[in-house]
Protein backbone atom coordinates (compact mmCIF):
# COMPACT_ATOMS: atom_id res chain seq x y z
CA UNK A 1 0.00 0.00 0.00
CA UNK A 2 1.41 3.93 -0.62
CA UNK A 3 2.78 5.31 2.23
CA UNK A 4 0.85 8.49 1.68
CA UNK A 5 -2.26 6.80 2.42
CA UNK A 6 -4.95 8.98 4.14
CA UNK A 7 -7.82 6.82 4.74
CA UNK A 8 -9.62 3.71 3.47
CA UNK A 9 -13.71 3.85 3.56
CA UNK A 10 -15.45 0.35 3.52
CA UNK A 11 -19.12 0.71 2.06
CA UNK A 12 -22.04 0.07 3.89
CA UNK A 13 -23.68 -2.84 3.00
CA UNK A 14 -27.85 -3.08 3.23
CA UNK A 15 -28.79 -7.00 3.26
CA UNK A 16 -30.70 -6.84 -0.01
CA UNK A 17 -27.35 -5.18 -1.97
CA UNK A 18 -25.07 -7.63 -0.23
CA UNK A 19 -27.58 -10.38 -1.92
CA UNK A 20 -28.03 -8.92 -5.09
CA UNK A 21 -24.15 -7.72 -5.44
CA UNK A 22 -22.98 -11.25 -4.80
CA UNK A 23 -22.85 -12.62 -8.49
CA UNK A 24 -21.08 -9.45 -9.65
CA UNK A 25 -18.33 -10.11 -6.99
CA UNK A 26 -19.63 -6.87 -4.85
CA UNK A 27 -18.25 -7.90 -1.67
CA UNK A 28 -17.29 -6.12 1.63
CA UNK A 29 -13.71 -7.21 0.99
CA UNK A 30 -13.74 -6.05 -2.55
CA UNK A 31 -15.20 -2.88 -2.09
CA UNK A 32 -13.49 0.69 -1.03
CA UNK A 33 -12.91 4.10 -1.55
CA UNK A 34 -8.81 4.55 -0.73
CA UNK A 35 -8.11 8.43 -0.27
CA UNK A 36 -4.33 9.18 -0.42
CA UNK A 37 -2.80 12.46 -0.52
CA UNK A 38 -2.53 12.32 -4.33
CA UNK A 39 -5.28 9.81 -5.51
CA UNK A 40 -8.60 9.20 -5.05
CA UNK A 41 -9.57 5.14 -6.00
CA UNK A 42 -12.81 3.78 -5.54
CA UNK A 43 -12.81 -0.31 -6.36
CA UNK A 44 -16.22 -1.86 -6.42
CA UNK A 45 -15.65 -5.67 -7.35
CA UNK A 46 -14.25 -5.86 -10.88
CA UNK A 47 -14.38 -1.91 -11.37
CA UNK A 48 -12.25 0.91 -10.53
CA UNK A 49 -11.98 4.84 -10.73
CA UNK A 50 -8.70 6.58 -9.95
CA UNK A 51 -7.87 10.00 -9.89
CA UNK A 52 -6.24 12.50 -8.75
CA UNK A 53 -7.39 14.73 -5.93
CA UNK A 54 -6.59 17.76 -7.53
CA UNK A 55 -8.98 16.73 -10.55
CA UNK A 56 -11.98 16.40 -7.50
CA UNK A 57 -14.49 19.30 -8.00
CA UNK A 58 -17.20 18.97 -5.50
CA UNK A 59 -18.81 16.61 -3.58
CA UNK A 60 -22.50 16.14 -2.17
CA UNK A 61 -24.81 13.82 -0.18
CA UNK A 62 -27.63 11.97 -1.83
CA UNK A 63 -29.90 9.23 -1.35
CA UNK A 64 -32.31 7.83 -1.09
CA UNK A 65 -32.30 5.73 -4.18
CA UNK A 66 -34.29 2.77 -5.67
CA UNK A 67 -33.18 -0.65 -4.98
CA UNK A 68 -33.74 -1.68 -8.20
CA UNK A 69 -31.89 1.49 -9.71
CA UNK A 70 -28.77 0.45 -7.44
CA UNK A 71 -28.57 -2.97 -6.43
CA UNK A 72 -26.04 -5.39 -8.33
CA UNK A 73 -22.87 -4.56 -10.67
CA UNK A 74 -21.52 -0.70 -11.15
CA UNK A 75 -23.95 1.35 -12.93
CA UNK A 76 -23.92 4.25 -15.48
CA UNK A 77 -26.04 7.20 -15.19
CA UNK A 78 -28.69 8.04 -18.77
CA UNK A 79 -29.01 10.94 -17.19
CA UNK A 80 -25.36 12.33 -17.20
CA UNK A 81 -22.93 9.67 -17.04
CA UNK A 82 -22.29 9.39 -13.68
CA UNK A 83 -21.26 6.14 -12.32
CA UNK A 84 -22.75 4.69 -9.71
CA UNK A 85 -21.17 2.10 -7.22
CA UNK A 86 -24.27 1.51 -4.65
CA UNK A 87 -24.26 -1.31 -1.86
CA UNK A 88 -27.24 0.65 0.26
CA UNK A 89 -30.26 2.15 -1.09
CA UNK A 90 -30.17 5.00 1.82
CA UNK A 91 -27.48 7.20 1.40
CA UNK A 92 -23.94 8.14 -0.68
CA UNK A 93 -21.63 10.75 -1.34
CA UNK A 94 -21.56 12.12 -5.32
CA UNK A 95 -18.06 12.97 -6.05
CA UNK A 96 -17.57 14.68 -9.02
CA UNK A 97 -14.69 15.71 -11.41
CA UNK A 98 -13.26 18.50 -13.44
CA UNK A 99 -11.84 16.01 -16.17
CA UNK A 100 -14.34 13.03 -16.88
CA UNK A 101 -13.04 9.54 -16.03
CA UNK A 102 -13.01 6.01 -17.19
CA UNK A 103 -14.68 3.04 -14.71
CA UNK A 104 -17.26 1.44 -16.19
CA UNK A 105 -15.30 -0.44 -18.83
CA UNK A 106 -12.04 -1.95 -18.94
CA UNK A 107 -11.07 0.04 -22.60
CA UNK A 108 -11.64 3.60 -20.98
CA UNK A 109 -14.34 4.29 -23.32
CA UNK A 110 -16.89 5.65 -21.54
CA UNK A 111 -15.71 8.60 -18.83
CA UNK A 112 -18.08 9.56 -16.01
CA UNK A 113 -18.27 13.23 -14.71
CA UNK A 114 -18.95 11.88 -11.31
CA UNK A 115 -18.85 9.02 -9.06
CA UNK A 116 -21.94 7.88 -6.14
CA UNK A 117 -20.49 5.73 -3.42
CA UNK A 118 -22.32 4.41 -0.72
CA UNK A 119 -19.44 4.14 2.06
CA UNK A 120 -20.08 3.71 5.69
CA UNK A 121 -19.13 7.10 6.46
CA UNK A 122 -20.38 9.72 3.58
CA UNK A 123 -19.56 12.75 5.99
CA UNK A 124 -16.06 12.22 6.80
CA UNK A 125 -15.59 11.19 3.40
CA UNK A 126 -17.10 14.97 2.29
CA UNK A 127 -14.86 16.61 4.53
CA UNK A 128 -11.43 14.88 3.67
CA UNK A 129 -12.52 15.64 0.09
CA UNK A 130 -13.25 19.27 0.61
CA UNK A 131 -10.55 22.03 -1.28
CA UNK A 132 -9.57 23.00 2.67
CA UNK A 133 -8.62 19.62 3.15
CA UNK A 134 -6.32 18.78 0.41
CA UNK A 135 -2.92 18.80 0.66
CA UNK A 136 -1.14 21.34 -1.58
CA UNK A 137 1.81 20.68 -4.63
CA UNK A 138 4.61 21.47 -1.81
CA UNK A 139 2.64 18.98 1.26
CA UNK A 140 2.75 15.72 -0.72
CA UNK A 141 4.36 12.85 0.32
CA UNK A 142 7.66 11.84 -1.65
Do not use: K, Q
Not at 60 to 77: D, E, I
Not at 107 to 129: I, K, N, S
Amino acid sequence: MDSDVVEIFPFRFSRAHRLLGLPFGITPPTTWVRVSNSEFTVRFGPWCLRTERSNITGTSVTGPYWLLTTAGPARLSVTDGGLTCATNADRGLCVRFAEPMPGIDWLGLVRHPAVTVTVADCDRLAALLAPSNRPSDDTRSE
